[in-house]
């Protein structure tokens, strides 16, 4: 049964948030500050944090960057009435894995936890990497290299090139990048994947993803780049 820490300081939403989760068959344990949710989040009893960024002590933003500095690598959802794109940029570059506003459905918050929780379980233990089209991705250090390539990655191009490597010689869309890179609901005219595909192909080589005009991208097998 997965064990779930709900980082949130409002009792009527933390009690609201657990209600929810218990009746779904989670585990539940609440935080109301962010000293006590950093504490708790680090013993790895956790196998995600729902993670509000206005907390008291210590803010949300300060605990996931500290988690992720430590190289704790628990899924986090991070929970805000803050909804402006400095705000957005700055949780999901903090290493966030999905971003949900204030006020907010309860059905919507239990599918992406689902989501995020089931990604975790089929994978499993990955402490040795991925290996893809001639490539090792270090999903502690965030590095890929191998064949010529050795390059230090952002969060979120590490997130882009994790699901195609999970994924591949598989074509994926636009929107099926956005929707387990970025999890949150994005404004369809941005132009972020293409952003980060550009970013990756010029620490990895513009020959290894290719782009299907209309339908989206996939990662060319190593018998293609050679």
């Excluded at 000293?35 to 206005?54: M, S």
């Excluded at 971003?99 to 233990?125: H, N, Q």
């Excluded at 882009?160 to 404004?187: K, T, Y």
Aim: without cysteine; proline residues 2%.
């Amino acid at each position: 049964m997965s064990h779930i820490l709900i980082a949130e300081d409002a009792e009527r939403i933390s009690s609201f948030i657990e209600k929810g989760l218990r009746s779904a068959g989670y585990l539940t344990t609440v935080a109301d500050n962010g000293e006590t949710a950093l504490l708790l989040a680090r013993t790895g009893a956790f196998d995600l944090v729902v993670l509000d960024i206005g907390l008291p002590r210590l803010s949300g933003f300060e605990v996931l960057q500290r988690l992720r500095d430590e190289g704790h690598e628990v899924p986090v959802i991070v929970l805000t009435a803050r909804d402006t794109v400095g705000d957005t940029v700055a949780g999901l570059e903090g290493g966030a894995n999905d971003y949900m506003t204030k006020p907010f459905e309860f059905a919507e918050l239990l599918a992406r936890i689902k989501l995020r929780i089931r990604d975790v379980e089929t994978t499993g233990s990955e402490s040795e990497g991925l290996e893809a089209a001639g490539l090792h991705l270090d999903v502690r250090s965030r590095r890929v290299s191998g064949d010529g390539v050795l390059a230090d990655l952002t969060s979120r191009e590490y997130a882009v090139l994790e699901l195609l490597m999970r994924n591949p010689g598989q074509l994926l869309s636009r929107d099926q990048i956005l929707d387990r890179v970025w999890g949150f609901d994005h404004d369809p005219s941005s132009n972020v994947v293409e952003v980060f595909i550009r970013a990756l192909r010029r620490k990895i080589g513009e020959h290894r993803i290719e782009t299907v005009r209309g339908l989206g991208y996939r990662l060319r097998d190593q018998r293609e780049t050679s």
